[in-house]
């Protein structure tokens, strides 16, 4: 267990719904990262936190969108969803960014019908 | 772009032989080079790399960075039938964020 929650743990909706994905990270983390995970893709990052900052811009959708929260925690908003859109979320956690380790949840897992 | 590339693709092998995994990249402002093991769900860290020509170990797995080469390597001695899963290598850039490369499948026969 990495110390790094997400939730729900498989979400199942329709083409053209709006989802949200929430994290919270390791206590002491103040870096925040998201990644999708799907068959044709492999793993690939999103987008960054830092304390509450956006800090770095991966492959990430112009209708999915991330937020930080004071508390830390953060959360993937995905909208107009697509079939293609299907896959694993994951998110993780590091003290600060940079040479520090990130953790990963466990992962929500997004099946669009 | 970002590139990594990591070989072989897959491998089976047998409980107890040695294996080695290999990791090459271009990243722009390298920084640091990880590994993760993901079994099931979620990838678990293995070792940070950020010297080249020092190896870290834990327990049977090892590993080390060449810079000049641009690569690292990853070994599992003794190996067992809990070591199967995908082996993930990725580069750090100064941009804070890490560049995934396919993975490595390792299937471990008893």
């Known amino acids: 267990d990495s110390g790094v929650t997400q939730t729900p743990k498989h979400l199942i909706t329709a083409t053209g719904q709006r989802v949200t994905l929430r994290c919270s990270p390791r206590?002491?983390?103040?870096?925040v990262y998201w990644y999708q995970q799907s068959l044709d893709q492999g793993l690939q990052f999103l987008i960054h936190y830092y304390n509450g900052e956006e800090r770095a811009k991966g492959n990430i959708l112009e209708r999915f969108s991330a937020q930080q929260f004071p508390d830390l925690h953060s959360e993937l908003n995905l909208s107009s969803l697509e079939l293609g859109d299907s896959a694993l979320y994951f998110c993780?956690?590091?003290?600060?960014?940079?040479?520090?380790?990130?953790?990963f949840g466990p992962g929500t897992r997004l099946t669009v019908l | 772009e970002d590139k990594v590339v990591q070989s072989p693709l897959s491998l089976v092998v047998h409980e107890g032989d040695t294996v080695t995994l290999n990791c090459s990249y271009e990243?722009?402002?390298?920084?640091?080079l990880l590994w993760y093991k993901q079994e099931k769900k979620a990838p678990t860290f293995l070792f940070m790399l950020?010297?080249?020509?020092i190896e870290k170990k834990s327990g049977r797995l090892s590993s080390i960075l060449d810079k000049k080469e641009l690569s690292s390597i990853l070994n599992i001695t003794a190996t067992q039938t809990g070591d199967s899963a995908i082996y993930l290598c990725?580069?750090?850039?100064?941009?804070?964020?890490?560049?995934f490369g396919g993975g490595t499948r390792l299937m471990v026969k008893p």
């Open positions: 990243v722009t402002n390298f920084r640091s």
């Open positions: 206590s002491g983390d103040l870096s």
């Open positions: 950020t010297s080249s020509g």
């Open positions: 993780a956690s590091s003290v600060a960014g940079g040479r520090y380790t990130q953790y």
């Open positions: 990725a580069p750090d850039n100064a941009g804070n964020m890490l560049t």
